[in-house]
């Protein structure tokens, strides 16, 4: 589908193709997912205007996703959490840069204080209510004919300023080469567990409503793990040390490789980039996963593939298996669960996702 045409609501119009040196800024401050699902629209932009000057702004903890990124000039990081006199000060020196166009692909408090302080000459946001007046053109989020990818969305706001193409043209997602220090400690585990298949298990959750369950993910890892020449690696935050300890407990330490909290975004990637399968939730390393050719397995709850599936232009589509059970109460927004007991998720059973696994471990 392509995306939906942008609605003006001031005059300044799309930006000229033929405007030299154009400064943009993007703003997405967060998550993993979110900030990897802009690179597409990244590569558009770029692609368009080559000689534009475009910088990222980003919340810190996420910059390693998009500095070194081609297409980008510069990328702006920013702390989490900010007091009111840095944020001002902040704001004036967004302003001072004088932008010809900022993109706000966030979309929250802070993108819109920025927006509205920022000084950009052209404005193109969401149509989000209650914020549409900050920009002067809008891109709807919701399609007219059914789900639009979230990176679809993204892309509409390059689509606002003039810069033609459809769907088929939306590139794959893109994250920075590995330095070479990063290449290296990947390789120095990948050949230290000197396994034929190498299997990354995501066993983290961005909150309840994605996570599968602690004994869910050591039933699965334990059948993983009994397949010849398998060893499991297990990936997250290091607020799942505690998960990963009872799994590697229990699968043993011969057949996983805990590394919660141990490794960068980067690193995850290319870990990912030379495994025979990912296997994990709607989550921020599924989309990294999705930035390389590996299987994944991916099993989703509240939200639907159809938003936020992987997105893998060029990929052959039999290396990516999406399990989900057809629920009314899906899509929700994870605020509150209708059925107090994660039944989207969580009656997706390991056996289940084991079979899917197979196909691609055989």
């Not at 990947?186 to 961005?206: F, N, Q, R, T």
């Not at 909150?207 to 993983?224: P, Q, S, V, Y």
Request: hydrophobic letters at 45%; proline letters at 9%; a positive charge.
């Amino acid at each position: 589908m392509t995306p939906a045409a942008p609605r003006r609501s001031e005059p300044p119009g799309p930006l000229p193709a033929s405007a030299p040196f154009p400064k943009i800024l993007l703003i997405r401050f967060r998550r993993i997912g979110d900030i990897i699902l802009t690179t597409p629209a990244l590569a558009l932009l770029k692609r368009r205007l080559p000689n534009a000057r475009v910088t990222y702004l980003v919340e810190e903890p996420y910059r390693r996703l998009v500095e070194g990124n081609p297409d980008l000039d510069r990328v702006l990081a920013v702390p989490p959490r900010q007091t009111r006199r840095a944020f001002v000060r902040f704001l004036r020196e967004v302003r001072r840069e004088r932008y010809d166009v900022l993109l706000d692909m966030h979309g929250g408090p802070r993108a819109a204080w920025t927006t509205l302080a920022g000084g950009a000459r052209l404005k193109v946001g969401h149509g989000i209510k209650h914020k549409s007046f900050l920009y002067d053109l809008t891109v709807p989020r919701k399609g007219t004919e059914g789900p639009i990818h979230s990176v679809e969305t993204h892309a509409g706001l390059v689509l606002a300023l003039g810069i033609e193409f459809g769907k088929d043209d939306i590139p794959p997602l893109s994250l920075p080469p590995a330095r070479p220090e990063e290449t290296a400690r990947v390789e120095d585990i990948v050949a230290a567990a000197a396994a034929a298949k190498l299997v990354v298990v995501h066993i983290g959750a961005g909150n309840d409503f994605r996570d599968w369950g602690a004994e869910r993910l050591a039933a699965l890892t334990i059948k993983l793990g009994d397949v010849a020449g398998v060893r499991v690696a297990l990936i997250g935050g290091a607020g799942d040390r505690g998960r990963e300890a009872e799994i590697v407990r229990r699968l043993s330490e011969t057949r996983s490789i805990p590394l919660a909290g141990r490794l960068n975004l980067i690193e995850i990637r290319e870990l990912i980039a030379r495994a025979a399968l990912f296997v994990g939730p709607d989550s921020g390393p599924m989309h990294i996963a999705a930035s390389t050719a590996t299987p994944i397995v991916a099993y989703f709850g509240p939200t639907l593939p159809a938003h936020f599936g992987p997105w893998r232009p060029g990929v052959d589509p039999a290396k990516t298996v999406i399990l989900q059970k057809d629920l009314t109460c899906r899509p929700c927004r994870q605020r509150e669960c209708v059925t107090a007991d994660f039944s989207c998720l969580r009656a997706i059973t390991p056996d289940e996702v084991f079979a899917a696994c197979r196909l691609f471990l055989l």
